[in-house]
């Protein structure tokens, strides 16, 4: 699903975000990456969706070389992705339905196609009675739950989360996590940056420990589970 071979990252100021990383990451996997403001973990997650380039080495997302990625193909690249914003990125003026369904207007979807995949997923996240509902009569775990069902609406084979709870409190973060672990059930990779040591430990998922643009450990290869 997505290989690191060798990659380096250095900004226009010189920092040097990602030194070396080599890993892979396989389908249906749910991986976290953990680390330190600054380890370089929302760097992983922009080489991914080919926001950036790498400035040495290859990434490879779904057997592509996103470097080799010409511009009328990114489109149809990130459309096999979902992504999870901490600051949520939602249109305020919109319903909490109008939100989700964005997604399936950017992808051509039409008509009652929408409708029921709307449907889905909110009840998926469990924000059914709230679908009409504008985001700013939302709570914030509200909201996130929101972006997830806009993120995972289209039924993409990967779902990056990026300090998806970040502004939220531990009990409404936890329950974030939870969510995205029924996502993963489905078979969809997903890929999780986050600094809260406390969800790495109940999640017991596999976690890559990076500072200063290393990987210092990776939890699963460590303890071989």
Same mark, same amino acid.
């Given at each position: ?25 396989? $389908? ?14 929302? *760097?992983? @997650? ?13 990434? @490879? ?33 919109? *319903? ?27 009840? $998926? ?19 996130? $739950?929101?972006?997830?069902? $806009?993120? @995972? ?73």
């Amino acid at each position: 699903m997505i290989q690191f071979h060798h990659v380096f990252m250095t900004y226009q100021n010189e920092y040097k975000a990602l030194r070396d990383v080599s890993l892979e990451i396989d $389908r249906g996997e749910f991986i976290m990456v953990t680390g330190p403001s600054g380890a370089g973990k929302s *760097t992983l @997650i922009r080489l991914v969706t080919r926001e950036i380039l790498p400035t040495k080495g290859q990434v @490879i997302v779904f057997d592509q070389n996103v470097a080799k990625l010409k511009a009328v193909q990114l489109p149809y690249f990130r459309r096999k992705m979902g992504v999870v914003f901490q600051n949520f990125r939602l249109l305020y003026d919109r *319903t909490v339905a109008e939100n989700v369904a964005l997604t399936l207007h950017i992808l051509g979807t039409t008509g009652r196609t929408i409708t029921r995949e709307v449907n889905q997923a909110l009840d $998926r996240v469990g924000l059914t009675r709230k679908k009409n509902v504008k985001p700013w009569h939302l709570s914030g775990g509200e909201m996130q $739950r929101v972006v997830l069902a $806009r993120a @995972i609406v289209h039924d993409p084979p990967l779902l990056l989360a990026d300090e998806p709870t970040g502004n939220l409190d531990f009990a409404t973060g936890w329950e974030m996590m939870q969510l995205l672990k029924q996502v993963t059930e489905t078979g969809t990779t997903v890929f999780c940056a986050t600094h809260n040591l406390n969800f790495i430990q109940k999640m017991k998922k596999r976690t890559l420990f990076l500072d200063k643009g290393v990987i210092h450990g990776d939890r699963n290869k460590l303890h071989g589970n």
